[in-house]
């Protein structure tokens, strides 16, 4: 409910909570590529915790949910996203990032059920609704927060983008800065869009 902690999960390469800038995190878990689920969910590959980090700088009092379905690349499949869907919903996530997708339609329907069942539990996903002219799952489908990435957006606000009967939101694609990393060679690019929107909706909810 508005005014108590918000959760947020994190669905990318886990989360490593000794980073400065992002502090603790509530629980995890991490999905294997046949669905089995272990509790290393901590980060090895960095891009976890610089989306965790993104969302923390907005709303600073979020419980952060990590689950790792990337292990040595940033790769999975659409059952596995699927699950961790349901996992943060039945975890009690109000916002779901997932700072990833797929552009295949073939997996339209399966995600559809997924967001369906945590719009069910009042868990909201946000994820990339197109990337590069084309549309992307499950930030696309009805029932998400669809995210747009745009580079002359400020870091510090969200842009609304209405798209026939579905309003979107436009973001910068830029992290969190860190001190002595120029921008440029910073990680950047729609899954710090998603992360700057979950961010600051999680932000404004907590204000309410």
């Known amino acids: 409910m508005p005014g108590s902690p918000v959760t947020v999960a994190v669905i990318d390469s886990g989360v490593n909570p000794d980073h400065p800038h992002v502090g603790r ?14 509790d290393n969910w901590i980060d090895r590959l960095g891009h976890g915790t610089a989306v ?14 990590a689950i790792r379905v990337f292990e040595r690349r940033l790769a999975t499949s659409a059952p596995v996203l699927a699950r961790a869907i349901d996992w943060a919903a039945e975890h009690g996530a109000q ?10 339609a073939a997996h339209a329907a399966l995600l559809q059920a997924a967001v369906d069942r945590a719009r069910a ?37 969200i842009r609304s983008h209405e798209s026939g009967r579905r309003m979107l939101f436009a ?4 992290p969190r800065p860190i001190p002595g990393v120029p921008r440029e060679k910073n990680l950047k690019g729609i899954s710090f869009a998603v992360a700057n929107v979950t961010g600051t909706l999680a932000g404004n909810y907590s204000e309410e």
């Open 25 to 38: 995190v509530a629980d995890g878990i991490a999905i294997a590529a046949d669905g089995s689920l272990h």
């Open 52 to 65: 965790a980090a993104a969302i923390q700088e907005k709303a600073p009092s979020v419980q952060l949910l």
């Open 95 to 104: 916002f779901i990032n997932l700072s990833l997708g797929t552009p295949n």
């Open 121 to 157: 539990r009042e868990s909201i996903v946000v994820s990339a609704a197109e990337y590069e002219g084309r549309p992307w799952y499950p930030g696309s489908l009805e029932g998400t927060v669809g995210v747009l990435l745009d580079w002359e957006c400020p870091r510090e606000s």
């Open 171 to 174: 973001a910068s694609g830029y």
